[in-house]
């Protein structure tokens, strides 16, 4: 009998009676809120990143008004906003610049922090990894648990700073020094309850809980994979995973004393970031002096940096085993991708000056880090291209997650290439700051990694549920969202070649530089095609919010693997109980071994054994001659 | 469902899974520490020249400390050692020496080294008003010996409500010695034994001093990062403090159920406590003496 017939034997068991039989004596509270099950966190961190990432995108959607309407009245939402945050916020319906830097400052905040990394890392990794390495669960289950608690509280806490007199913090996501160091400050702010102090505090609880998901995550692959799981047969999403584990461990902590010494700067009165001789509203401030705005920039962008990482590594992770699934081929090139992810998490660590071009570091400083920073598109490439590849003579399915996955090549392709410009400091010089940047991360970050999360939510649903997603909704969602994103974010490039700045709050109205027409339009009346898309993009997501809620309780129930995938979670019951497997899985194959030849079946999982008179796998090989 | 390999090694890797969570977590605190410590070049060697005080902390009492921490590190590895041999009393015994050793340094750092620079004082002299000061301050004789410029008088503030009172025109200082015979060659370096304020009182005008403060973390950026390093670092020693003493207590009932396992968690506490050293071992020649 061949392995995966007696998975389905197992499948017609009712899941219900294991699960009831393993935490029978858990109650309510316990299974599903305080749960130290990696499963029940991985969704509890999916739900509120998800939360997080709306909520991150109505900032926005509120902001595109102001952009493509300066001064003009908020409709429906500006007397709200008023009568909520009162008059600092909305004045007459209409939104003042405090209130405009709030906003630009939270979306950046949420949308990394509380939204991306908490979905793409730890929901995806909590759910996922243990299941495809064959573990019971995470190696500490309660440092697991104080891992989703502490981002709650930290998320909590930056939600509330919204509240506090004079706002949330208005310093950009970035916080720079002096200006965070010396902002919401003075005699009618709090000295805790401020926007500016309490985003410190939500950042440190925030660096906790990523510290100990990355030492879980990290100690889990390491110590609990199932027997036969080599490293070369990881799939390719733990790999990606494992290396973004590595990069939040090391690159946290130092923002996290960069964080400690503003939170002293702000409450204990030091000078850590605030030059001699600084003088604020016309008066000389009573500080030391003696410390430096720019150590600031260093230690911020020392994680900034590797956080881009972090925030594109597990999307394509996501997508590589999305790829392998719907071309039913295995993923082209799998040891150059482990060796690809690895040198890109090394080198992620050398490149943080390239974000400081403009600070006058000096020609030394900045060739080295023009030289890394050309150096890492090299890995970059290589999984882009081995993705590409992998394409390349399947019979591709073009199921819901495979459309998601589809669009993240060429998305993250453009924003990837069109940041070699911003790699060059030369060419840096002009751009910094406008809105080609936006439009450059953002084709990393939304179209790429949120594409990316979508991708996996569509494909391991059935996994969570023993249901899958309603296919045509699926549809109705991807497509505008697609066009959407591209019809925000390509017009950016436009009005960033302009010269646009990307901080200005009359969406550049008066400024003679945005005057300038480029593709019929003047730069500033760019902006209100691309707040319609922005607007039309929300409102695609309905679909999916109701398709996700629906499918939960309606959704077309379907067996263990529904994708004839061929890692392990999909040899474990859907939904999985606790302590995930029947039977302790052993594993004897790489994770993509599709179509193998002389096969019945057009994917083989890594539980089946090797047969004796069985061809071993070639290596993929691309021909290009036929 | 049981997680394994959470007291026995697993082969392959010949771990058990707590020991690799703390060498992670102690890389992630390299990195933490690490940062701190990069602001302290940073701020450090962009310092105005005479703005970087030396000598200013108590060296034998670091000495003393430092001397603890090391003790201690010892007596958590015959706790751990003692564990292994399976003899408890033993174990407990070694343990409550670390505990003591752990508490006795917070107690010397912040019942001691702390107050006493709280209740130091110095007055940064502004830059067109260093020549009246010139006998205490001795910067030609500084200057013929090719050595950084004194720009702040330090001692005990006699009168310490002239910081708060504006109707006070002057600081009288009882001098720390270096002021009272600033050309003394013996004193162009900072001494390694403490020598505590002079009799000699200075009186310093407020309108020549650039800013005045106790010895505070809004002294200096070398006293902010003092007691920001310090002070995490003792956060670190006292979170030490208190997994020995949970494993102290109730370390037992581990034993009695498998005594491999409370050596694990004693190891694990023990490598924690070692990192915490080692810190101390960067911060001790960095403040203290360099």
């Known amino acids: 009998m061949d392995a995966s017939s007696s998975i389905s034997a197992h499948a017609a068991h009712d899941p219900h009676t294991h699960a009831d039989h393993d935490h029978h004596e858990l109650g309510w509270w316990r299974r599903y809120i305080f749960s130290t099950d990696h499963k029940v966190i991985g969704l509890q961190y999916l739900l509120t990143g998800l939360c997080f990432l709306f909520f991150g995108f109505c900032l926005m959607m509120v902001m595109r008004w102001q952009l493509a309407f300066p001064g003009k009245p908020l409709p429906f939402l500006g007397n709200l906003i008023q009568n909520v945050l009162g008059p600092g916020a909305m004045n007459n319906g209409v939104m003042t610049p405090e209130f ?31 299941l495809q390495i064959g573990a019971p669960d995470m190696t500490f289950p309660k440092v697991n648990m104080a891992s989703y608690w502490a981002f709650f509280v930290g998320g909590t806490i930056m939600l509330v700073s919204f509240f506090v007199p004079g706002g949330a913090a208005k310093g950009g996501w970035t916080s720079y020094t002096p200006l965070s160091d010396i902002a919401d400050k003075g005699p009618t702010y709090d000295i805790i309850f401020n926007g500016q102090t309490l985003w410190l505090i939500a950042f440190i609880c925030l660096i906790t809980s990523s510290l100990l998901g990355a030492v879980n995550f990290i100690a889990t692959i390491i110590q609990l994979r199932a027997k036969g799981m080599t490293w070369m047969r990881l799939p390719f999403f733990v790999w990606a995973q494992f290396v973004t584990a590595f990069l939040l461990l090391l690159a946290f902590p130092p923002l996290e004393s960069a964080i400690v010494m503003q939170l002293m700067d702000r409450i204990a009165g030091t000078s850590f970031f605030l030059p001699s001789g600084l003088v604020v509203n016309g008066a000389a401030v009573s500080i030391s002096g003696g410390g430096s705005p720019l150590l600031w920039q260093h230690l911020f962008w020392f994680l900034g940096h590797p956080e881009v990482y972090v925030l594109i590594l597990p999307g394509m992770g996501i997508v590589a085993e999305i790829l392998a699934n719907n071309t039913r081929k295995p993923l082209w090139g799998y040891k150059s991708l482990v060796l690809a992810a690895l040198v890109l998490g090394f080198l992620s660590f050398i490149v943080w000056a390239h974000h400081m071009w403009l600070t006058g570091m000096g020609t030394v400083v900045s060739a080295f880090f023009q030289t890394t920073t050309m150096i890492i598109s090299i890995p970059s490439v290589i999984i882009l291209s081995a993705f590409f590849i992998s394409l390349w003579g399947g019979s591709i399915r073009f199921t819901v997650p495979m459309l998601f996955a589809t669009a993240f090549l060429p998305m993250f392709g453009i924003g990837g290439l069109t940041g070699i410009p911003l790699a060059f400091n030369s060419a840096d010089l002009y751009l910094h700051d406008t809105y080609y940047v936006i439009a450059h991360f953002h084709y990393i970050v939304a179209p790429g990694t949120i594409f990316a999360v979508f991708a996996g939510i569509y494909y391991w649903f059935p996994k969570a549920t023993g249901r899958k997603m309603n296919d045509f909704w699926g549809k109705v969602h991807f497509w505008p969202s697609l066009i959407c994103m591209n019809a925000i974010f390509l017009p950016m490039f436009l009005q960033g070649m302009l010269g ?13 530089l945005s005057s300038e027409k480029v593709w019929g339009l003047s730069g500033f009346h760019w902006n209100t095609p691309i707040s319609i898309a922005a607007w039309v993009m929300g409102l695609a997501q309905i679909p999916f919010i109701i398709n996700f809620f629906w499918s939960m309780r309606y959704g077309e129930k379907v067996d263990d693997n529904p994708w004839q995938a061929t890692t392990l979670e999909w040899t474990a019951p859907s939904p999985p109980p606790h302590g995930n497997f029947l039977a302790t899985p052993v594993v004897y194959r790489g994770p993509y071994e599709y179509s193998l030849p002389g096969r019945a079946k057009d994917y083989t999982m890594q539980i089946e054994p090797v047969q004796p008179n069985e061809r071993s796998m070639p290596e993929p090989t691309m021909s290009l001659g036929h | 469902m049981e997680i394994p390999y959470t007291v026995t090694a697993r082969p392959d890797t010949g771990l058990w899974n707590a020991k690799v969570g703390i060498w992670l977590f102690l890389a992630s605190e390299v990195m933490l520490f690490g940062g701190l410590f990069s602001a302290y070049i940073f701020l450090r060697l962009d310092a105005e020249p005479g703005y970087w005080p030396h000598g200013l902390l108590n060296v034998p009492v670091g000495t003393f400390n430092t001397a603890i921490l090391i003790l201690s590190s010892v007596t958590v590895v015959l706790a751990w050692a003692a564990l292994k041999m399976r003899r408890y009393a033993r174990y407990k015994l ?10 006795l340094f917070l107690v010397v750092k912040l019942g001691y080294e702390w107050p006493q620079k709280y209740d130091h004082f110095g007055a940064y002299i502004k830059t067109s008003s260093l020549e009246k000061y010139e006998k205490y301050l001795g910067n030609k004789h500084l200057l013929a010996e090719g050595l950084p410029p004194r720009v702040e008088i330090t001692g005990h503030l006699h009168n310490e409500e002239a910081l708060k009172d504006p109707k006070i025109k002057e600081y009288e200082v009882a001098l720390d010695k270096v002021y009272t015979d600033p050309d003394d060659p013996k004193m162009d370096r900072p001494h390694f034994l403490y020598v505590p304020p002079t009799d000699q009182i200075a009186t310093i005008a407020k309108e020549d001093v650039e800013r005045a403060t106790m010895f505070l973390p809004t002294h200096s950026t070398y006293f902010a990062t003092y007691f920001t390093i310090t002070g995490l670092h003792g956060l670190h020693v006292l979170g030490g403090v208190v997994v020995f003493t949970y494993l102290f207590f109730f370390g037992g009932k581990t034993y009695r159920q498998n005594p491999e396992h409370l050596a694990n968690r004693v190891e694990v506490a023990g490598l924690f406590w070692h990192f915490v050293d080692l810190v101390w071992i960067f911060v001790f020649p960095l403040f203290y003496l360099l």
């Open chain 1, 500 to 512: 646009m700045h990307r901080r200005w709050y009359d969406g550049g109205q008066g400024w003679t």
């Open chain 1, 100 to 130: 405009y830097n709030s906003l630009g400052a939270m979306h950046g905040t949420i949308m990394i922090f509380l939204g991306i990394v908490p979905i793409a890392f730890a929901a995806f990794g909590n759910f996922v990894v243990p």
């Open chain 2, 94 to 103: 070694y343990m409550a020496a670390t505990i003591f050793c752990g508490i």
